[in-house]
């Protein structure tokens, strides 16, 4: 069964969801993309500018070592495991 939508006009994700940022609105839109063919990946949403904190806080926990990467810990991380127990 092949579905067809007529188009409509966009009205802009602004006025949709006002209370998110910019670059928030950037990532929905790109998700949203009708087309699979030229909707972002998972991939390629984990690189715009929206996510730049969270990778930077990712590569900040590895740290490179002789067999490659190797999870630093730091007294935080030790503090959550101590509290688990």
Do not use: C, W
């Not at 030229?38 to 900040?60: H, N, S, Y």
């Amino acid at each position: 069964m092949k579905l067809e939508f007529q188009p409509k006009k966009f009205t802009g994700i602004a006025k949709l969801v006002p209370h998110v940022s910019a670059d928030a609105q950037d990532v929905i839109l790109k998700m949203l993309i009708y087309k699979e063919e030229d909707r972002f990946t998972a991939a390629q949403i984990l690189k715009l500018p929206f996510f730049k904190e969270t990778r930077e806080a990712d590569m900040g926990q590895f740290t490179a070592g002789p067999s490659g990467f190797t999870r630093s810990i730091s007294k935080s991380n030790l503090n959550m495991v101590d509290n688990l127990s």
